[in-house]
């Protein structure tokens, strides 16, 4: 690699991190670690792709147009000629992508960097649905596993997902949507969607399955109106915010300022050049990023909200992975093409 263009990433990674005094000791304590990263990346002509839950050292080493949510990932991981994609995140985005791109070579730095939401639900569980909702579509959520997505119809992220559960309703010509898997998301869905006359059908709605994030989970009603009392959050001021993600519970998300995708969640900010206090309900390394990239904002942060998955992928480990192309992602064929449609589905949904 050339050694000006090598130096020319570093600069803009370091420009990213001057934000932060600790990110910038990081960063020089790391510096030779980022480089080779770095360099492996231009030699071996590889994607990184950075989810927005990642540590800022992590996510930074992905270009502008490389990190974000799972929707905008996907659409990056469709649309790559590169012949190698590094996903840092976990192994059902990183299973996305090789769906995506079944000729291209998919690693994930730590293979065990898995999820709570998806973990519990299977194909089985899907056609179980099937069975008791029948000529209902069946929209998944992208937090889950091939064969998952194999059984569906459509899928959907927390950017996009009212306006696929529209469009599937409108498309089975049905008023009934069933949703998986998760179930405080399906809730937060159902209420969103009333005034369209829809029914969500989703788990822990009718029986005792039940799907939910483990970081998301803990964020409490109680603990958002704790947090507006304590750092001076006044609802509906336009100098400050709290904002949660959809996978949060219903009651947190009317007590929010505002609820979306982790993209939607940044586009937020944006928009609201008068900000300058901010808390978000989710994970708390999406408030670490955004602090760098808006450092006239003061992010409340609470570092015991992280997902013990995303922090699984750490600098040493990427690097492991790309001096050995290990560990790589493989998907069965024929499971991998009947999740493509789910996928290619949501894709071809207008943007509402």
């Known amino acids: 690699m050339n050694q000006s263009v ?18 910038m000791l990081e960063f020089k304590a790391k510096r030779d670690l980022l480089a080779r990263i770095l360099q492996l990346k231009e030699e071996k002509n590889v994607l990184i792709l950075g989810h927005n839950y990642m540590e800022p050292l992590v996510f930074y080493l992905s270009g502008e147009n490389e990190r974000g949510d799972s929707l905008a990932l996907s659409r990056r991981a469709a649309e790559t000629d590169k012949p190698i994609i590094l996903f840092d995140g976990v192994r059902f985005m990183a299973e996305t992508a090789k769906i995506l791109s079944p000729d291209k070579k998919v ?12 973990e519990p639900f299977t194909a089985a569980d899907v056609l179980e649905y099937r069975r008791r909702y029948p000529g209902c579509p069946v929209v998944t959520y992208i937090n889950s596993y091939a064969d998952v997505k194999a059984e569906t119809d459509y899928c959907c992220t927390s950017s996009n997902g009212p306006n696929v559960v529209r469009h599937a309703a409108r498309a089975f010509g049905t008023n009934r949507v069933i949703f998986f898997p998760d179930s405080l998301m399906g809730a937060n869905l159902q209420k969103e969607l009333e005034p369209d006359g829809i029914e969500i059908i989703y788990p822990g709605k009718e029986d005792d399955k039940f799907g939910r994030c483990e970081v998301h989970e803990k964020f409490t009603v109680e603990i958002l109106r704790g947090i507006r009392r304590q750092y001076n959050l006044i609802k509906g001021s336009e100098e400050t915010a709290v904002l949660a993600h959809w996978e949060c519970l219903p009651e947190v998300l009317a007590e929010a300022d505002y609820y979306g995708s ?23 390394e999406m408030a670490a990023n955004l602090a760098l990239e808006y450092p006239q904002v003061e992010f409340v942060k609470t570092c015991n909200m992280f997902c013990q998955h995303m922090r699984r992928i750490t600098l040493e480990k990427i690097l492991y992975s790309l001096e050995h192309e290990v560990y790589e992602i493989s998907v069965d064929p024929a499971i991998a093409a009947r999740a493509r449609q789910a996928i290619d589905r949501m894709l071809e949904v207008p943007r509402g």
């Not at 690693?107 to 998806?118: F, H, M, N, V, Y």
Request: hydrophobic share 40%.
């Open 262 to 284: 982790t993209s939607q969640m940044a586009q937020y900010i944006a928009k609201h050049p008068k900000l300058k206090r901010v808390f978000l309900a989710t994970e708390c």
């Open 107 to 118: 690693l994930i730095p730590d293979p065990e960097a898995g999820c709570s939401l998806a």
């Open 6 to 23: 090598l130096d020319s990433q570093l600069h803009r990674m370091e420009q990213a991190l001057r934000a932060s005094p600790d990110q």
